[in-house]
């Protein structure tokens, strides 16, 4: 044992990740240098398992979750934008690409500026003429024709005055009506009642007619009331006969009595104008159409009356539902929020932070707990100061290299975000290298490089629901041709970790660093365990692992352990060094606990 | 989070912010809107068309085929282009309905029949009885440039097209 055998350093690795800090003043954290290594709940580093192939899933260039699964936009050739969403049932979407449910394309059925929707049938959404795609909404009908009937059938009353009658398309699949038609033609009636011919369904779902009437003898200068569905205020197409002669037609007689309390003829129901973004607040569904925010009335998917419309100073690049009557609104330089407020409208905007905002939809996501996380030129969450909201810049301020993401996302290469419930990640991606947050203790998983496991850069990402397992985080590769390849988050075989410590610096000692004892998991008994020592800031050649190439190199079992003792004897080592690990690990417990350096201590003289 | 930032939204300042927000945007966008239902079928039809025209395929003549063919009917419909709508529509009667209102469109301003301007319906319970314009709308329709008015004479049922101020 030499003189002034000492321990020299000790690491426990608790802290992440941590590349924005001063080298040479210690910590117990990864510095750089380190790869592939993940932060976990249990405070011990891992190995990332790296991607995981998901077979026979296609990815998407956006992607939404929706219908107890995820949703998507876009190909490799093609990228995606807009919304997709599920309301009443219904697959719903706007904007551009081709439509993906549950990692598969649905045929032939690509998004555009029309609020369209696709019904779900025996489990799958495929296109059909009962199924669609329909677009959302009706064009107002033509008024009908109505004509005197002396000979009312069982059950009709006899009606004596002057009157008209108004219909209205409706659709059974998404309860939708048109605005109501003008009036009818005038009858005067005098102990008869009225068959009324409609003119034809039109091919949009439309599967009834609504019927309205006035109060007997107000004719065309009367307000229009929905005809009570008891007495044949709805008729199915199916329904309507020849009477008289009168072909698609339909029997009704009324009284004024019966319109007590009746609702008015349908007059808010104005078919959703071409948008950008849509969506759905409790029962109100909202378009986006550059900036004009169309408010729909309650409990309908397709009647957006004009007035009802806000107002947001600039077009929104993406939006995220953050939970029950809230939805951010991301622009190029303003982030605002839509909120639910009952009545109608039923949703109103104000803008929350100025100057500040993403560039592509990729760039925001939700993350741990629901919580917004959004690149702001780096990595951000929204959170709440007293009554302001604000952007927390501090939450990525350990790891540098994001200063240098910026300049070098792209539309086809965005800044992906997306968040794994598994390992409680927030993962930030930029072409193949994916840097994650532990959510929970707020620390950084060492920056992971899935070059060799990936086929393309990462484009989109989102948290998929696995029964019985949880949210896995799940993201899509596109290598700008082919089909778009879907991975899933750290649930691969393995990768090769690396794993540097922070430097032990003495400043004005010297000595030589002896031993290095360390501890770990290893998951397999096949790969070397190499442990080397870098001296003085000298990443580039470090010194060797003295076993290298030996069989004690490589451990002979599984599990907790002290790995084989080194003893690197490296000469003036002792007043500034750090430790690379490397390790391979097949996807499971592969890990560092801790290590020690050892060694002589010798002050050195300075003048 | 959602929460609490709806508690934040909801309450009075912050609706009062957003009120005062939505003032000064409605002044700088409130002339984007359309509120006039004929050029807001016209868009939703334009729309429609697009979407169809992206899924048709030629030569399509199965049921799906079919169902699209009927829907880019109502597209143009939508849009008054009535000669089109009625080339694709799935009825006679809807082919018919729509030659008229193309034909009407084609003459507008003209009324296209000599019925007389005014219609008498006998009232029982008033000598003079009802005394209406003989024309009755019918249908408000864009075709991009004009907004057109169709109107049924209560006589013979032509129906004729004037062209809104």
Redesign the interface.
């Known amino acids: 044992m030499p003189e002034n055998f000492t321990q020299l350093a000790e690491w426990k690795l608790t802290e992440g990740y941590i590349s924005a800090i001063m080298r040479g003043i210690g910590g117990d954290h990864m510095a750089r240098g380190s790869e592939n290594a993940q932060v976990t709940g249990t405070g011990l580093t891992r190995a990332s398992r790296a991607p995981l192939l998901v077979a026979g899933k296609t990815g998407s260039r956006i992607f939404f979750n929706t219908d107890q699964s995820y949703a998507g936009l876009g190909t490799a050739a093609l990228n995606g934008s807009g919304s997709v969403f599920n309301v009443k049932s219904l697959l719903t979407y706007i904007g551009t690409g081709q439509l993906n449910f549950a990692g598969a394309a649905i045929p032939?059925?690509?998004a555009?500026?029309?609020l369209?929707f696709i019904k779900k049938a025996g489990g799958f959404y495929v296109?059909?003429?009962t199924t669609g795609?329909f677009?959302a909404?009706h064009?107002?009908p033509?008024?009908p024709?109505i004509f005197a009937n002396d000979t009312p059938a069982a059950g009709h009353t006899q009606m004596?005055?002057?009157v008209v009658v108004y219909i209205w398309r409706v659709s059974s699949i998404d309860g939708q009506p048109s605005?109501a038609s003008?009036?009818s033609?005038?009858l005067?009636l005098?102990g008869q009642d009225v068959i009324v011919q409609v003119?034809?369904a039109?091919?949009?779902a439309q599967d009834i007619w609504g019927i309205g009437v006035v109060k007997v003898g107000f004719?065309?200068f009367g307000v229009g009331y929905q005809l009570p569905t008891s007495i044949g205020g709805e008729v199915k197409e199916a329904d309507l006969t020849t009477i008289n002669g009168i072909?698609?037609a339909t029997e009704i007689s009324w009284s004024n009595g019966d319109l007590f309390g009746a609702d008015l003829i349908p007059d808010r129901a104005?078919?959703?104008?071409?948008g950008d973004f849509a969506g759905v607040m409790m029962d109100t569904v909202w378009l986006d159409s550059a900036?004009?925010i169309y408010i729909g009335d309650p409990g309908f998917i397709g009647s957006f009356p004009?007035?009802n419309?806000?107002?947001?100073?600039e077009a929104a690049v993406a939006y995220l539902a953050?939970?029950?009557?809230?939805t951010v609104r991301f622009g190029t330089t303003r982030i605002g929020?839509l909120?639910?407020?009952g009545g109608s409208p039923a949703i109103?905007?104000?803008?929350v932070i100025e100057n500040q905002g993403i560039l592509y939809p990729q760039n925001a996501f939700l993350g741990y707990?629901?919580?917004?996380c959004a690149w702001l030129g780096r990595p951000t969450v929204l959170?709440?100061s007293g009554?302001n909201?604000e952007a927390d810049f501090g939450y990525s301020n350990r790891v540098a290299e994001f200063d240098t993401w910026a300049s070098q996302q792209t539309a086809n290469k965005p800044i992906t975000g997306f968040y794994d419930g598994l390992g409680q990640y927030e993962c930030w991606c930029l072409g193949r290298q994916i840097f994650a947050r532990h959510a929970p203790t707020g620390k950084w998983n060492a920056p992971e490089n899935v070059t060799d496991k990936v086929t393309g850069d990462i484009v989109a990402g989102v948290p998929v629901n696995l029964p019985g397992i949880g949210h896995a985080g799940y993201f899509s590769c596109s290598n700008g041709a082919g089909a778009l390849t879907l991975y899933q988050y750290d649930a691969g075989t393995g990768s090769v970790m690396k794993i540097q410590t922070s430097e032990f610096s003495r400043m004005n000692y010297g000595g030589d660093v002896t031993m290095i004892m360390s501890e770990g998991r290893a998951d397999n008994t096949s790969h070397p365990v190499r442990i080397q020592l870098v001296s003085d800031y000298n990443d580039g050649a470090p010194i060797d692992d003295p076993l290298e190439g030996e069989p004690e190199q490589t451990p002979t079992d599984t599990g907790t352990q002290s790995f084989t003792l080194r003893e690197p004897n490296a000469i003036d080592a002792a007043g500034k060094h750090a430790v690379l690990v490397t390790m391979t690990s097949e996807g499971g417990d592969c890990g560092i606990n801790r290590i020690v350096t050892y060694g002589s201590t010798e002050e050195v003289e300075t003048r | 989070m959602s929460q609490q930032m709806l508690d934040v939204l909801l309450a009075p300042e912050s609706r009062q912010k957003a009120a005062e927000e939505q003032e000064q945007l409605r002044k700088v966008y409130g002339d984007r809107i359309v509120t006039d239902p004929a050029l807001v079928t016209f868009y939703w039809g334009k729309q429609l068309e697009n979407s169809v025209l992206q899924q048709l395929q030629p030569d399509d003549f199965s049921e799906d085929g079919q169902h699209l063919l009927q829907r880019l009917s109502d597209a143009y419909a939508a849009q008054a282009r009535f000669t089109e709508a009625a080339e694709f529509a799935a009825s006679d009667e809807q082919k018919e309905t729509y030659r008229k209102y193309a034909a009407a469109i084609a003459h507008a301003g003209e009324r296209q029949c000599s019925c007389p301007s005014v219609i008498k319906y006998p009232l029982k319970d008033n000598a003079k009885g009802l005394q209406l314009e003989s024309l009755g709308d019918v249908l408000r329709v864009f075709d991009g440039e004009r907004v057109f008015t169709l109107r049924a004479c209560r006589h013979c049922g032509a129906i004729s097209a004037f062209v809104n101020a």
Do not use: H, M
């Open positions: 032939g059925v690509l555009s500026s029309t369209s296109p059909g003429p795609p677009q909404g064009a107002q033509s008024p024709t004596s005055g002057a605005l003008y009036a033609n005038i005067v005098s003119p034809a039109d091919a949009n004719e065309e072909t698609r104005f078919p959703p104008p071409a900036g004009i004009p007035k419309a806000a107002f947001a100073p953050a939970g029950e009557g809230v929020v909120y639910y407020v109103e905007y104000r803008t707990q629901g919580r917004i959170q709440l009554t909201f």
